[in-house]
């Protein structure tokens, strides 16, 4: 209502996520304080009220500025967006955060609806039109303006930093910065050696950060493409042909499709007649080997994951394959290095380890230049390995906390947010929580109080290093379920 009062009537009993929403508010989950962070549970049992229920909605943040081009005038119509430069373990990406904007005849621009952090701004001048055939295509290489980072360089490590606080404002002035582009531009055949006439060719920075695009474009009937002004830089060509929506029968999944992906070197000369050949992907073939009794699978739908580990993957979403009810299992398509998991399983269940070829890939399969990877095997344990504990602040009354677990080992914290063993928790009203599917390990565990939690770069092993004097150590067996009592200030 207009006294920001709600009423949620007809509920069955159950646990629930409860989110509000408000065009001049960040979206946020309950007692959520960072978008990271896992929101509070609301338990509701038969004939009984929850709540109230109270939301503390943070209004969006903002960063605005003046583009001008390299001579100090205003520049028009220029693309700038935010993001946010996140390290993951020794990896640092670029997560895009809200709408791009144009900017003004005065070159000016404002974002907004930004959640608080720390960002890094980019802006983009119109892109010069992309070619349809070779003929038309524009082969010579000169000066122009490229895609610039706030105040003025062409590379995102080195752009200046803004701090967002929850509502409140900052600026970021940037200067284009002129390189001399050339175009980059070639055919893509399959493997048989015929053009690829339906599907997209990415092409994206390699080196550096990851997760920074520059460019996609269609191809044309004859597999030909081309990016007319591409600044000098390392770059990797990703040809993704157009994926089936048939599925096959014996699998209920579209066939994988081809990949292609070229590396090339932009250094001021065009780069014309390349080839992008693309390959069908290796193929995994394996087992669940079940400690336990594996008969509690039948009727459940369980799939296993192939997840890239690297950020600069030429593609980043997960290949899955069911499992059969012998337990088998084969997945097609699987590229570079990838982490096998498991999902569908009965609670409690967890992945003890993956094995390949008797040796230990429990961290990451590495495919390499194989075509097919057979005798891969996921050991399921079927004992409940948890942790659960309750959070208190020093008087001793409950507290509404955010629980962060992580590796003691600390040289996996530099390997992969999946290698730190990294779990986020809420707690409940009564201050209790429980983290499920824990692996056998050395942890640290720490309570941040729910209005401490700000950051939401818990792969970042500086982050983890400041947090490990406060925390508790724990050490977790298989089958366990030790208590663990953390105190918040």
Excluded: C
């Excluded at 509000?20 to 007692?31: F, I, K, M, N, V």
């Excluded at 406060?470 to 050490?475: L, N, P, S, V, W």
Aim: charge should be negative; avoid cysteine; glycine fraction near 12%.
């Amino acid at each position: 209502g207009d006294d920001g009062h709600y009423v949620v009537r007809g509920v069955q009993p159950g646990e629930y996520s409860l989110f509000a929403r408000h065009p001049a508010y960040l979206s946020q989950g309950l007692g959520q304080t960072a978008p990271a962070t896992p929101e509070r549970r609301v338990v509701v049992t038969a004939g009984a009220q929850a709540g109230p229920l109270h939301f503390s909605l943070v209004r969006g943040a903002a960063i605005a500025g003046r583009v001008v081009d390299d001579l100090g005038e205003p520049a028009q119509r220029v693309q700038v967006r935010a993001a946010k430069l996140r390290r993951f373990a020794s990896e640092w990406r670029l997560i895009p955060f809200g709408e791009s904007v144009e900017t003004n005849d005065l070159g000016e621009y404002r974002l907004h609806g930004l959640p608080p952090g720390e960002y890094v701004v980019s802006a983009e001048p119109p892109q010069r039109p992309f070619w349809t055939s070779p003929e038309s295509a524009v082969t010579a290489a000169e000066p122009d303006l490229v895609q610039t980072w706030a105040p003025g360089t062409h590379s995102p490590a080195d752009a200046q930093r803004v701090r967002l606080e929850p509502g409140g404002e900052g600026r970021a002035d940037l200067q284009l910065v002129v390189a001399t582009v050339a175009t980059i531009a070639g055919r893509a055949l399959d493997s048989r050696g015929i053009p690829v006439n339906d599907g997209s060719v990415r092409l994206q920075a390699r080196g550096g950060v990851g997760g920074l695009s520059a460019g996609n474009v269609s191809l044309n009937p004859d597999g030909t493409f081309g990016f007319p002004g591409a600044a000098p830089g390392a770059y990797t060509l990703v040809v993704q042909p157009r994926r089936s929506n048939v599925s096959d029968v014996h699998t209920g999944e579209p066939p994988p499709t081809e990949l292609g992906v070229l590396d090339v070197e932009v250094n001021g000369e065009p780069l014309t007649n390349l080839v992008v050949r693309t390959a069908p992907g290796a193929t995994i073939r394996g087992r669940l080997v079940v400690d336990g009794d594996a008969a509690a699978l039948g009727g459940l739908v369980v799939y296993v994951l192939a997840t890239p580990t690297e950020s600069q993957a030429p593609v980043q979403g997960s290949t899955r394959a069911r499992v059969s009810p012998d337990l088998s299992f084969e997945m097609r398509g699987v590229r570079g290095r990838v982490q096998l998991r498991l999902v569908g399983v009965p609670e409690g269940w967890w992945t003890r380890a993956v094995r390949q070829g008797g040796t230990d890939a429990t961290d990451a399969v590495e495919i390499g230049s194989a075509s097919v990877i057979a005798g891969v095997e996921l050991v399921v344990s079927t004992k409940p390995t948890a942790l659960r504990g309750t959070v208190t602040h020093t008087s001793g009354t409950p507290a509404d906390a955010v629980v962060l677990l992580f590796t003691r080992d600390e040289p996996r914290w530099e390997q992969s947010v999946n290698a730190a063993g990294t779990m986020l928790v809420r707690t409940g009203e009564d201050g209790h929580f429980r983290s499920p599917r824990v692996r056998p390990g050395r942890y640290y565990v720490v309570a941040l109080g729910a209005t401490e939690v700000k950051s939401d770069d818990f792969g970042d092993p500086e982050y983890l290093r400041a947090l490990a004097p406060r925390a508790t150590r724990i050490d977790v067996a298989e089958g366990q379920i030790p208590d663990v009592a953390l105190i918040v200030p």
